[in-house]
């Protein structure tokens, strides 16, 4: 009987330690500010040396993104000995979903909101979105016509139409324009470990 009343007491004492003692939450959820919204990037953090600094006192922003130069790179330090042309990309995936390659093109868009992605053309003519692994490199917002080479991954995958839409903003459309997007689209992209500019 003492072995029965000593379990409960230490037990109920257990449970009034839980009870009324406060812990820490084993995955706390931070909490995101009112109106702030995580889209692609645009709210994270510029990069250190690769992006906008703070606003000065008259309002205007400076960058410290290098400018466009042939040989210049963002992001992780890549050659383009090796690099596949554009068209040879749906041979490098052949029937799979994704594949690391080395890839080179003409830059035909940059985000004109941080340089936080860029599109390439493909074979059939439609643009693949190139996104910056992490957003710990963006490039600059005038790439738009020259000539780079991108590392990393290659993806087959299906983008939201919200998602379209906020590129297209970022691109500078219109809003008739944004608004004509009304599905979702099966496209080609990519997720960059770095950039490196050849004229």
Same mark, same amino acid.
């Given at each position: 009987?003492?072995?029965?009343?000593?379990?409960v007491?230490?037990?109920?004492?257990?449970?009034?330690?839980i009870?009324?003692?406060?812990?820490?939450?084993?995955?706390?959820?931070?909490p995101?500010e009112?109106?702030?919204?995580?889209?692609n990037?645009?709210?994270?953090? &510029? +990069? $250190?040396?690769?992006?906008?600094? =703070?606003?000065?006192?008259e /309002?205007?922003s400076s960058? %410290?993104?290098?400018p466009?130069?042939?040989g210049?790179t963002?992001?992780?330090a890549?050659?383009?000995e090796?690099?596949?042309?554009?068209?040879?990309?749906?041979t490098?995936l052949?029937a799979?979903?994704?594949a690391q390659?080395k890839?080179?093109?003409?830059?035909?868009?940059?985000?004109q909101?941080?340089?936080?992605?860029m599109?390439?053309?493909?074979?059939?003519?439609?643009?693949?979105?190139?996104?910056?692994?992490?957003?710990?490199f963006? &490039? +600059? $917002?005038?790439?738009?016509?020259? =000539?780079?080479?991108v590392? /990393?991954w290659a993806?087959? %995958?299906?983008v939201?139409?919200s998602?379209?839409?906020?590129?297209?903003?970022?691109?500078?459309?219109?809003?008739?324009?944004?608004a004509?997007?009304?599905?979702?689209?099966?496209?080609?992209?990519f997720m960059?470990d770095?950039?490196r500019?050849?004229?």
């Open positions: 009987m003492k072995f029965f009343l000593s379990f007491a230490v037990l109920v004492a257990i449970l009034v330690f009870r009324f003692v406060p812990s820490a939450p084993i995955n706390p959820v931070l995101v009112q109106g702030q919204e995580e889209v990037g645009h709210n994270a953090e &510029v +990069p $250190k040396g690769s992006g906008e600094e =703070e606003e000065g006192e /309002g205007h960058t %410290s993104i290098a466009v130069a042939p210049q963002y992001g992780a890549i050659s383009p090796g690099a596949l042309p554009m068209t040879a990309l749906n490098a052949g799979s979903d994704s390659v890839l080179v093109g003409k830059a035909s868009a940059v985000c909101a941080k340089g936080c992605w599109t390439l053309p493909t074979a059939d003519g439609k643009q693949m979105r190139v996104r910056f692994k992490d957003y710990a963006f &490039v +600059p $917002k005038d790439l738009s016509g020259h =000539e780079v080479v590392s /990393g993806h087959r %995958s299906t939201p139409k998602e379209l839409q906020h590129y297209a903003k970022d691109a500078g459309k219109s809003d008739k324009e944004v004509a997007i009304t599905q979702d689209e099966q496209q080609l992209t960059a770095g950039v500019v050849l004229n």
